[in-house]
């Protein structure tokens, strides 16, 4: 074999066996490593996953939004504005929404009320494809699609009941309607786990059913969703829309975006400071531990260099300890990260990251896990210990040979 | 000339307020195949001649040739690769690591020079068993006797073969039998070609029919017989 590859097999043989000689202060140091990468690379792979699923669920969202207000705050719309928009150019259809939040006493929780008619919207029958079971409620009155946590939360199955069902019916429940009245409604579809962030506490139904439930008249709506031809005009159109319409507020589906990602980036950034204090943190100790050389490894040094080990060869060794000691917790952080977010539902991040609804969305999420992400974490993590271990390693191995001669 | 010194100063520190001269005007010749005792109390400057003689550092003035070689003129990684292939050390205290097994301890000078396993195995094999401690190689150095890792200590010397042999107060720590028997063993290198220098204070070592000369070292200067 060549003797510089020999060479490199002998020093990075005998970094090993240094390593399981100081093996309880490399442990030590492994054990805070890998904690600080599965704390880093679980909030990366959450953050992706939550960003990556908010962004599919809201594609099927409608491109605009039409809100009335009135003296800064929302009312309820009149279905004839939508009549008034007809005459622009662009607009694919426009469909009033009703909704509204529910807050059910007996679970101290906030639902989301939505009341839709998907035969008149353009991507109506999608919708379909956004459900775990059932069906979108079809023409018939008191049906209802629930989120998974709903269903969970209510202990619900999902109707038409068969004949082998038990009594009573666990497809059914009941809210309140403004003058304490229940409306009773069945469940006849759940939505996908897929779609959680946006629908865990989401009650969906048709149009009258909503305006029945929060007695609204048959004239008004929570708001218009308008549907274009050409996405790219979105924002020209909102512009003549609000023009059209001044006591209208005017949302776009790229300002929902890009609220969403305000949002997770606030509370992302938030965490991710602290998690990066972290790192710095475990960076400082690791200076901290490569500089302080003890006697003995300083004696061990001394007597390498004698014995003709060069500078380099042990600046070599102490760069093999460092970069295993950094792969190896580089792999088991992201492993454990995967499992934790796989698994654990990343149990750590869930208040932090989906904290703002009573029914905290179940995770699902399945994180993508790209070269581009690896290496993101890699330079993130793996490189700072490197530079805050070479510099204090440079500095150990410049002991002087002659100090294997004094004793 | 094995080791050639003229007017050789080592000063430390060299412009500070805590200068110290360790050698002044070093004059000394040693032929290959020769064994030399340094001589001289604590202090003297033994170890710092040693020191120049074994390419650990470079002399402040003067000439040092080592093997031919000008070590005034060598850059530290030089000094580095000269030392590896002409010097084998043999520490007062032994100074082997001692959580390594004695054969991991012989065989540390070959890892830089790209020695496979097998070979560095085969060549401490033959001297361990020379010295006799091969039944001790995995032992960690920690857990034997003074008197094997004296030859542990050896064999780490000569693993690398070289044509010098550094010894730096060999026996302050071995009683009689074992300084004997240190001798004993540096008087069959002797013979087999070696030149050896010895720092000692040990009249044990200066007065061994093997050594040829004796060099008294007082003050950092060379005694003048």
Not at chain 2, 65 to 85: S, V
Not at chain 2, 138 to 148: H, T
């Amino acid at each position: 074999m060549n003797s510089a590859l020999e060479k490199q097999l002998n020093l990075l043989d005998y970094a090993l066996a240094s390593l399981w000689r100081r093996r309880l202060k490399n442990s030590s140091v492994l054990v805070v490593f890998t904690a600080v990468i599965f704390l880093v690379a679980s909030f990366h792979l959450v953050t992706t996953a939550l960003t990556e699923t908010a962004g599919a669920v809201l594609r099927q969202t409608p491109e605009i939004v039409i809100q009335k207000m009135s003296a800064g705050r929302q009312e309820a719309i009149p279905v004839a504005y939508g009549e008034q928009l007809s005459r622009l150019f662009g607009i694919k259809k426009i469909v009033p929404r009703v909704w509204g939040y529910y807050f059910d006493e007996p679970f101290q929780a906030n639902y989301t009320v939505l009341g839709v008619d998907p035969a008149a919207m353009p991507m109506g029958e999608h919708l379909v494809q956004t459900l775990l079971a059932g069906a979108w409620p079809g023409s018939a009155a008191n049906q209802a699609v629930v989120g998974g946590a709903i269903r969970e939360l209510l202990a619900l199955s999902v109707a038409p009941p068969t004949v082998e069902d038990d009594f009573p019916d666990h497809s059914l429940f009941a809210l309140h309607r403004p003058d304490r009245s229940l409306k009773l409604l069945s469940t006849v579809g759940v939505f996908r786990d897929e779609t959680a962030l946006l629908t865990a506490d989401l009650i969906a139904m048709s149009l009258a059913d909503a305006r029945d439930l929060f007695q609204i008249p048959a004239d008004l709506a929570t708001d218009l969703c308008v549907y274009v031809h050409n996405p790219a005009e979105i924002t020209n159109l909102a512009r003549k829309i609000a023009a059209i319409l001044p006591d209208t507020r005017v949302l776009t589906r790229p300002q929902i975006e890009q609220t969403y990602r305000v949002v997770f980036g606030w509370r992302s950034g938030f965490a991710a400071v602290c998690l990066l204090a972290a790192l710095a943190a475990f960076v400082i100790l690791a200076w901290d531990k490569a500089s302080g050389l003890s006697p003995e490894e300083r004696r061990e040094i001394a007597i390498l260099k004698i014995l003709g080990w060069e500078t380099a060869d042990l600046l070599l060794v102490r760069c093999w300890e460092a970069l295993i000691v950094a792969l190896l917790a580089f792999v088991a952080g992201c492993t454990l990260a995967w499992l934790h977010v796989v698994f654990f539902e990343a149990a750590l991040f869930r208040p932090v990251l989906v904290g703002w609804s009573v029914i905290h969305p179940p995770f699902a999420l399945t994180p993508r896990i790209e070269v581009k992400d690896l290496l993101l974490l890699f330079v993130l993590t793996v490189l700072p210990y490197l530079a805050a271990t070479v510099i204090p390693t440079w500095r150990g191995a410049v002991v002087p040979a002659e100090d294997a001669l004094n004793g | 000339m094995l080791i050639e010194l003229a007017g050789v100063n080592k000063i430390y520190n060299q412009g500070r307020a805590n200068q110290v001269q360790a050698l002044t005007d070093i004059n000394l010749t040693v032929a290959a195949g020769s064994m030399v005792c340094l001589q001289g109390p604590s202090g003297s400057g033994k170890s710092t001649l040693l020191g120049i003689i074994g390419c650990v550092f470079p002399p402040t003035s003067g000439r040092a040739a080592i093997g031919g070689k000008q070590l005034a003129r060598l850059p530290d990684r030089f000094l580095t690769i000269h030392r590896r292939q002409m010097i084998g050390f043999i520490f007062q205290r032994f100074n082997l690591l001692s959580q390594l097994s004695v054969l991991e301890n012989v065989t540390l000078p070959l890892l830089p020079l790209g020695v496979g396993p097998r070979q560095r195995r085969q060549r401490a094999g033959i001297l361990l068993e020379r010295l006799a401690i091969s039944h001790r190689e995995n032992f960690p150095a920690g857990s034997i006797s003074g008197g094997e890792l004296q030859r542990a200590a050896i064999a780490r010397a000569l693993i690398n073969d070289p044509p010098l042999i550094l010894a730096d107060e060999p026996t302050a720590h071995l009683d009689t039998p074992l300084s004997r028997e240190f001798m004993a063993i540096m008087a069959d290198l002797k013979a087999a070609g070696k030149t050896i220098v010895i720092t000692s204070h040990d009249p044990l070592v200066a007065q061994h029919p093997a050594v040829d000369r004796v060099v008294g070292v007082s003050d950092g200067r060379i005694d003048v017989p």
